[in-house]
């Protein structure tokens, strides 16, 4: 894996979480500070059939602190339960305007137990800033919450 490095780093963190929320709010705040095109990182909870914003970091706060199931980039994840991947934001009829100068964006699902439980939600203000590695660190970093919540 590309991002190994910066994997094994996370793992740390996560373990020495005291809890799920701390543990996602470790990983939120470490891959908004160091990857340099991840400009927002949110995690969203599934409750009902709502996405509820958990641990965030950016510049700005989201207005969508709620996400019905089915809407928006993220809702479509809570359907699929799928990684979705928008190479540029305005061409996606499904992408829920939160701020201008967001360009991408990429959406993975956390299973619990063969479960739909949350996502990890990233912007960025670069035209197709989410390929193929970033793909794989983030599916293996939901796994790793997975397991923590």
Same mark, same amino acid.
């Given at each position: $894996?590309?991002? @190994?490095?910066?994997?094994?780093? /996370?793992? #740390?963190?996560? @373990? ?6 701390? =543990? @996602?709010?470790?990983?939120? #705040?470490? *891959?908004? #500070? ?8 949110? &995690?969203? %909870? *599934?409750? +009902?059939?709502?996405? $509820? ?12 602190? %709620? /996400? ?9 994840? =809570? ?11 305005? =061409?996606?009829? %499904? ?10 964006? &990429?959406?993975?699902? &956390? /299973?619990?137990? +063969?479960?739909?439980?949350?996502? /990890?939600? &990233?912007?960025?203000?670069? *035209?197709? =800033? ?8 983030? #599916?293996?970093?939901?796994? *790793?919450?997975?397991? %923590?919540?």
């Amino acid at each position: $894996m590309k991002y @190994q490095e910066r994997f094994d780093d /996370i793992t #740390e963190l996560v @373990q020495g979480a005291n809890t799920a929320e701390d =543990a @996602q709010a470790r990983v939120v #705040e470490h *891959l908004y #500070e160091r990857f340099r095109c991840y400009d927002w990182v949110g &995690i969203y %909870r *599934l409750e +009902g059939e709502e996405l $509820m914003l958990g641990p965030w970091k950016g510049k700005a706060a989201t207005e969508h602190v %709620r /996400i019905k199931r089915g809407e928006g980039v993220c809702g479509a994840c =809570a359907v699929s339960g799928k990684t979705e991947v928008v190479p540029d934001v305005s =061409a996606d009829a %499904r992408y829920l305007a939160c701020f201008s100068e967001t360009k991408s964006e &990429i959406v993975v699902p &956390i /299973i619990k137990n +063969g479960r739909f439980w949350g996502e /990890i939600d &990233i912007d960025s203000s670069t *035209l197709n =800033a989410f390929g193929p590695d970033d793909v794989e660190f983030l #599916e293996a970093l939901a796994k *790793l919450l997975a397991g %923590r919540v």
